[in-house]
């Protein structure tokens, strides 16, 4: 999958600035990551089913993910962060 700009819906930003400072860094980390190579492993990149059907998502760590939406034209909206609880 190839990333050449990701956008941010109000979701994401109001959730990624409720984040513990220590998952931040990680967050960061992982965004600068998927930009370079979304299919690095430590990513865990996979494509939801169901109810997030067309949604994506990726590790953060063990207990943080990231959902986005892969739009046109290698165009990313990030619409979630947070604990796996998310995808409920």
């Given at each position: ?78 619409v979630s962060i947070g604990l796996h609880a998310i995808y409920n």
């Open positions: 999958m190839q990333v050449k700009e990701i956008h941010y819906n109000e979701t994401f930003e109001a959730q990624f600035l409720n984040l513990p400072k220590s998952i931040w860094k990680k967050a960061c980390k992982c965004e600068r990551l998927f930009r370079e190579n979304s299919f690095h492993p430590s990513l865990r990149l996979h494509k939801l089913r169901g109810k997030l059907d067309g949604l994506w998502s990726i590790s953060i760590d063990m207990k943080y993910r990231l959902i986005f939406k892969p739009l046109d034209d290698g165009v990313i909206l990030f």
